[in-house]
């Protein structure tokens, strides 16, 4: 079964750093490309970054320069490193796998973890 | 920027159609997709390349494209479809891009 599971997520302060997880089952990481997604509470859903097949990597405008899209192979493993964390940053985070193939959609995707950034 | 414009809400009767709509420039060429949300729960693919449907999808599930507008059509409505919808294509310049949201209310 093809499956995505995050964890990582908590409550941090303002400036602080956190590192969330996606462990996958089912399919190969490093083949696909790999995305994350966010949702701030109660509202609706964002792109945040993303890892192609050959590690070329993607952010948007909001998080570039402080966020940091990573993978490790072995441990078929993606990652967000999150520093200088804002208030803004509070949300959901997924990860899902990108279908290359079938319009770049986004499937499946993880449950999810909250990142809440208060102090 | 890329954008991608829905309704905020849509209601239907049980039984009827529900019709979701996403405007966007030139979506028409951009092979949307569509997810559907649950309250807790975890965004579904529902429709990708303007109209196909992931295995397992119901049939009552069905999209198109034309120009600048995409609709998610769901016939025969059921109680267990009311959720958030979001539609999503990608671009060049912003990558993935998702409209904002619609709430589907079954009344």
């Known amino acids: 079964e093809v499956q995505l599971v995050e964890s990582g997520g908590g409550l941090i302060q303002p400036g602080g750093s956190l590192r969330l997880s996606c462990a996958a089952s089912g399919f190969t990481v490093s083949s696909n490309y790999m995305t994350w997604v966010r949702q701030p509470p109660g509202k609706g859903l964002e792109w945040v970054s993303v890892?192609?097949?050959?590690?070329?990597?993607y952010y948007a405008d909001s998080v570039r320069g402080r966020f940091t899209i990573s993978r490790d192979n072995s441990k078929n493993t993606l990652y967000l490193q999150m520093n200088s964390l804002r208030a803004e940053d509070t949300a959901v985070y997924y990860c899902?796998?990108?279908?290359?193939?079938?319009?770049?959609?986004?499937?499946?995707w993880g449950q999810g973890t909250l990142v809440t950034v208060s102090s | 920027s890329y954008e991608l414009t829905q309704p905020p809400s849509v209601s239907v009767s049980p039984g009827q159609t529900a019709s979701i709509t996403c405007s966007g420039d030139?979506?028409?060429?951009?092979?949307p997709c569509w997810y559907q949300q649950k309250p807790g729960q975890s965004p579904v693919l529902l429709i990708y390349q303007d109209t196909k449907r992931p295995s397992g999808i119901p049939a009552r599930f069905s999209a198109s494209n034309s120009g600048n507008t995409a609709t998610l059509t769901i016939s025969g409505t059921q109680a267990m479809d009311e959720a958030d919808y979001y539609c999503?294509?990608?671009?060049?310049?912003?990558?993935?891009?998702f409209g904002g949201g619609t709430k589907l209310t079954v009344l």
């Open positions: 999503q294509a990608w671009d060049s310049s912003t990558d993935w891009v």
């Open positions: 899902a796998r990108v279908r290359f193939y079938d319009g770049k959609s986004l499937d499946p």
């Open positions: 030139e979506l028409g060429d951009r092979y």
């Open positions: 890892i192609y097949s050959g590690g070329s990597t």
